[in-house]
């Protein structure tokens, strides 16, 4: 356990004990803060500053120094390429793309030959977006030589070369949005860009160039518009978009799409309240715009469905019945989910608990709140916990073949899961936009212990979910250790997971991620609790509910970094 967890945990464990005595539990959860970031291109930020090489500099230093001018914030990285020979500074791009490598990884001095060598993280193409590396290691000579009597390198990467640590501090997750092939649903593509660099113009470009590679499995290629110049800002906050001459020949349907896609990326970009199409100095109509051809920001939620909604209350299986927990009552849900008792081992909601899944020793049950008894809807012993997505399906997965099924109103079908090559999974949930997923599992074959998580996309024929393609394992660490469990995952928002697990240098726990897996944070653990075994979360307005249930039946609610508090119980599942 690393000294912060351990001060957390003992800080947790006082503050039960406190807490105990108190007559009254937050059995609804309380709303933790998940809000969208912005980000205002004007605002100050502490930068690194990279400095020049020193006068006769032993080789070792002009290295060191190079990877510090890397990081730093330099027009055309003039700084860095004072370190590198004539020839090599002209020839270097580093806009070509960022290598990331693991901390504590130093360059090693034989004679006047650098070389680094260690673990790589992953890297960023030019687009912005993560890729996740499959050479888990990095060996690079600079290649020293000799110019004008200093030492200058010869060989620099051919692109930005950043630890992990100064990647974090200097970088800013982003997410750009786009429009499935033949969907009306935005999804989240995240990038990341250099602190301070995020703004209107590089919001527009990244969203022209089309999505990352990964997603474009399901969107397709980029429409061939660019940007024709920098976005500028009216008073009234309109973004006035400079396109290509290729955009006039835009459908407006296509232009609508466009103006949408732009209008949801730079809902991160400080001081834009809507966006509006130019070319040549020619308006693009949109649909749903003002009259002067803008398109607002807020038209973007019709469009979103990861948008959150308001508080709600947790449902849950006590004493075999469904149940609401408002505050510290607990009362049955209305109708036959609330008076005829059935053993349910997990349990699921729509997006307004209207509508309820159960799984049974027999089966899927599913059916409204109200008199009617829900009914039989995959008679399949063995599910894991049902869930709705946004088109009213419900997604489950055989627990020991993993075959996926998707249960709708009339009739189930299985979904193609080749290109998980066989993980056996464990935990999953579907995104809000029904494009993507995101599985914990264990590897097929005699290495059945590897843990995996990852994300994958979500094809559709016909409007219907067809196949989960495009697997992306995310790599979980905790100080420096890969988490080896993984019980349960949850999405936190539009490219953020909530991860139930532990690595053999944490002990079990909360942690909330980034889909890329690069920024790691703990939330603790219930200190008096048994083993944790489910998640129920719900994204609000102002941010989002997280609740949780133990092997002995307990109910937790996260409060905050440093407390979870008893909410209830016993129960046999929980769900929002």
């Given at each position: 356990?690393?000294?912060?967890?351990?001060?957390?945990?003992?800080?947790?464990?006082?503050?039960?004990?406190?807490?105990?005595?108190?007559?009254?539990?937050?059995?609804?959860?309380?709303?933790?803060?998940?809000?969208?970031?912005?980000?205002?291109?004007?605002?100050?930020?502490?930068?690194?500053?990279?400095?020049?090489?020193?006068?006769?500099?032993?080789?070792?230093?002009?290295?060191?120094?190079?990877?510090?001018?890397?990081?730093?914030?330099?027009?055309?990285?003039?700084?860095?390429?004072?370190?590198?020979?004539?020839?090599?500074?002209?020839?270097?791009?580093?806009?070509?793309?960022?290598?990331?490598?693991?901390?504590?990884?130093?360059?090693?001095?034989?004679?006047?030959?650098?070389?680094?060598?260690?673990?790589?993280?992953?890297?960023?193409g030019a687009d912005g977006a993560f890729v996740a590396s499959e050479d888990r290691t990095w060996t690079h000579d600079f290649k020293m030589v000799m110019q004008d009597g200093e030492w200058r390198i010869s060989n620099p990467p051919p692109g930005l070369a950043v630890s992990e640590y100064m990647f974090n501090q200097g970088f800013t997750r982003v997410d750009t949005y786009f429009f499935p092939a033949g969907g009306k649903t935005l999804v989240p593509d995240p990038r990341y860009v250099l602190s301070g660099a995020w703004n209107r113009t590089t919001a527009a470009r990244m969203v022209l160039a089309g999505p990352s590679t990964w997603l474009r499995a399901v969107t397709g290629q980029a429409g061939g518009v660019t940007l024709a110049g920098d976005v500028t800002m009216t008073n009234q906050g309109v973004a006035d978009v400079p396109l290509s001459a290729g955009a006039r020949d835009l459908s407006e349907e296509d232009a609508?799409?466009?103006?949408?896609?732009?209008?949801?990326?730079?809902?991160?970009?400080?001081?834009?309240?809507?966006?509006?199409?130019?070319?040549?100095?020619?308006?693009?109509?949109?649909?749903a715009g003002w009259p002067d051809s803008s398109f607002p920001l807020s038209g973007v939620d019709a469009y979103d469905r990861a948008r959150p909604g308001p508080p709600q209350v947790l449902l849950s299986v006590q004493n075999n019945l469904v149940v609401r927990q408002a505050g510290a009552s607990t009362a049955p849900v209305a109708g036959d989910w609330g008076s005829t008792p059935r053993a349910m081992t997990s349990l699921g909601s729509n997006a307004d608990q209207t509508q309820i899944a159960a799984v049974t020793a027999d089966g899927l049950l599913a059916g409204p709140l109200g008199a009617d008894p829900p009914v039989p809807r995959l008679p399949l012993p063995g599910l894991l916990r049902p869930q709705y997505d946004t088109s009213g399906n419900i997604w489950t997965v055989g627990s020991a073949d993993s075959a996926v099924y998707v249960v709708g109103p009339q009739s189930y079908h299985q979904v193609d899961t080749s290109a998980l090559a066989g993980l056996r999974i464990e935990a999953f949930q579907v995104s809000s936009d029904g494009r993507r997923i995101v599985i914990a599992g264990r590897t097929a074959g005699p290495d059945e212990s590897r843990q995996e998580i990852g994300v994958a996309l979500i094809a559709y024929t016909d409007d219907q979910p067809a196949a989960i393609i495009a697997w992306k394992p995310i790599r979980l660490s905790w100080d420096g250790a890969a988490f080896g469990s993984v019980r349960d995952v949850s999405w936190l928002g539009p490219s953020s997971l909530l991860v139930l697990g532990s690595s053999s240098a944490s002990p079990p726990g909360v942690f909330d991620t980034d889909i890329d897996g690069l920024d790691v944070n703990d939330r603790g653990y219930p200190p008096l609790a048994g083993t944790l075994s489910q998640l129920a979360v719900h994204v609000t307005d102002t941010g989002a509910q997280v609740m949780a249930l133990d092997e002995q039946g307990t109910i937790w609610s996260y409060q905050d970094p440093l407390r979870w508090t008893r909410a209830g119980g016993p129960a046999s599942a929980v769900a929002f």
């Open positions: 356990m690393s000294a912060q967890r351990l001060v957390r945990t003992m800080v947790a464990c006082c503050l039960a004990l406190v807490l105990a005595g108190c007559a009254s539990l937050p059995t609804s959860g309380p709303v933790q803060s998940e809000e969208r970031r912005t980000y205002d291109e004007n605002q100050s930020r502490v930068m690194i500053v990279p400095e020049p090489p020193p006068q006769g500099a032993i080789p070792f230093n002009i290295v060191t120094g190079f990877l510090t001018a890397m990081a730093g914030v330099d027009p055309g990285y003039a700084t860095a390429r004072e370190y590198l020979t004539t020839d090599a500074a002209a020839a270097w791009n580093p806009a070509s793309g960022v290598l990331i490598y693991a901390g504590g990884t130093t360059p090693s001095v034989n004679g006047d030959q650098v070389i680094m060598s260690g673990a790589v993280v992953g890297s960023l609508t799409a466009l103006a949408v896609e732009i209008a949801a990326t730079m809902r991160s970009v400080n001081g834009v309240s809507r966006v509006r199409l130019v070319c040549d100095g020619d308006y693009l109509p949109v649909r």
